[in-house]
């Protein structure tokens, strides 16, 4: 059920109310829902033909003399519930009282802002870090709803992303936002851990420590069904608080979340683990949506971030098998492959787990973790490495046969990235991030290599350019030593982006051969990893 929203005249001003709403996949509404505009000085508010327009006017008329200038102040509000309208009604009338005070508040902070994102660019990329400032600001939402934290939604400007707060897009953005507003990108990594599985789960005991991977201001109960936790999402959770700390030096805030990354850790290896060879599978959660092999199969590319990669296509042979618990007990699913994306990220997880334990004094789970990182790292260059490719590739489950027949994806830079290729595999892996048959494509770097059979460069994870992905294939090279072709590849990525560098939006992906925007504009993501991107080398 939608009703259309009607205008109402409200003191100082007019209000739009919005009628109850009961479309699953919308936001779902109590009908108390309401913008509202309300002006400092007297007005008077008219509406007009069928409710459908209005005119607002002063209530008394002044002149206004040649050269001299007046300023009309008014406030916007945007809320929920009629209890959030009462709490906010204070602050509207703060704002109003004192408009010049808020003008200064607001300037001096985005000041700031623009100071931070700044900070060590270069002067002909420092606009595209402002760009990145403004996507990041605009996707930025208060709490409300089941979402009990600041957030960054993935793009306002696409429906099906507004008012959901995804997991793995969050480990990114809180390290983009760190850069201008430490405090932000802490409540972006509450807002997800928010929801983390308890121990004492009544729905969900087996996936205790598990962070679902997306939450939305509608919740279950009140009958949306965009909220997800038929799987996870990658990894990326002790990396994002490491960066975060980094520039905020607050310990508060490690000890706070640290148990809950160890939780989220540990349940990777209950739960996706099939063989318990120390590798990890992505997989599905025991969910009535995951009832048959196929909605579990997708669940599990779902929980990769990469969806529809051609490394999950059931055509090339995968599936999934069930993971049990000591008592037989069903407790979730795997791919029947080993992802080298999950288990690099899962050996970087251990590595900023073991620094955040150091920080914190704990120095046996600090030594525990440095060594967990070393055996993930060790397993993940000893048998997904593929010398006749040159390439890192998913491994097959029991039989530890890399997967090279399909092809070579973007995942295969990653253990760049995190540190655990050799230097010998990183300088092969480099011969094919710069081959121009591989991935230096007119804009370089796409999801799937220009030489695949699968390559199309146009559809979503099987070819588009996404800037999370270069950005983590950039800063491996880095980390290896490869400086300049990280500069070149950066100049060529950011300049070939159509409107990148100019006037366009921020794009969720972009055409490798041509540069054409494709997906979702106004991206968080690629605006939060364009800030290291252009911030580095």
Known sequence: MKEAPSLAVAPGGVAVDF?????????????????????????????????????????????????????????????????????????????????ARTVRTVDARWRRYVDGVTAGVAPGRRRLAVKALETLVTNWRSPAGRLLHDGITPSLSYKWFAGGLWAWDTWKQAVGTARFDTRLAQAQIRSVLD?????????????AGMIPDVVFYNDPQRGGTNWNERNSKPP??????????????????????????????????????????????????????????????????????????????AAAGTSVVPNQDG?????????????????????????????????????????DWRAKAAATAR?????????????????????????????????????????????????????????????????PLPTVSKSSPYFASRQYWRGPVWLDQAYFAIAGMRRYGFDRDADALTARLTDSAAGLTGNGPIMENYDPLTGDPLNSPNFSWSAALLLPLVGEG
């Open 19 to 99: 009628a109850k709403v009961r479309a699953a996949d919308d936001f779902l509404t109590d009908g108390t829902e309401r913008f509202e505009v309300r002006h400092k000085e007297p007005v008077r508010t008219t509406l007009t033909g069928e409710a459908d327009s209005y005119r607002t006017e002063l209530a008394a008329p002044f002149t206004l003399k040649p050269g001299a200038e007046r300023s009309l102040d008014w406030t916007e509000s945007y809320t929920f519930t009629r209890a959030e309208r009462v709490a906010e009604a204070g602050e509207v009338q703060q704002v109003l009282a004192d408009p």
């Open 379 to 443: 397993a993940v260059r000893e048998r997904m490495y593929d010398p006749a490719t040159g390439w890192f590739h998913d491994t097959a489950l029991g039989t530890g046969a890399r997967l090279v027949d399909r092809g070579r994806g973007i995942e295969g830079a990653i253990p760049l990235w995190t540190g655990v290729a050799t230097r010998s595999q990183a300088a092969a892996v480099r011969e094919r991030l710069l081959d121009p048959e591989e991935f230096a494509t007119a804009m």
């Open 195 to 207: 929801h983390q599985i308890r121990p004492g789960s009544t729905t969900r005991p087996q996936d």
């Open 236 to 313: 990326l959770g002790a990396w994002s608080v490491w960066e975060v700390y980094r520039r905020s030096g607050d310990k508060g805030f490690l000890r706070e979340v640290y148990p809950k990354l160890v939780a989220y850790e540990r349940w990777w290896y209950r739960n996706r683990d099939h063989d318990h060879n120390g590798l990890a599978e992505y997989g599905a959660t025991v969910d009535p949506a995951n009832g048959t092999a196929g909605q579990q199969r997708l669940a599990a590319a779902w929980e990769s971030g990469m969806d529809n990669a051609p490394r999950f296509d």
């Open 327 to 367: 008592s037989g007990r069903v407790i979730g699913y795997s791919l029947t492959q080993e992802s080298v994306d999950l288990n690099s990220y899962l050996a970087a997880d251990q590595k900023y787990l073991g620094l955040i334990a150091a920080e914190l004094g704990k120095q046996a789970a600090a030594d």
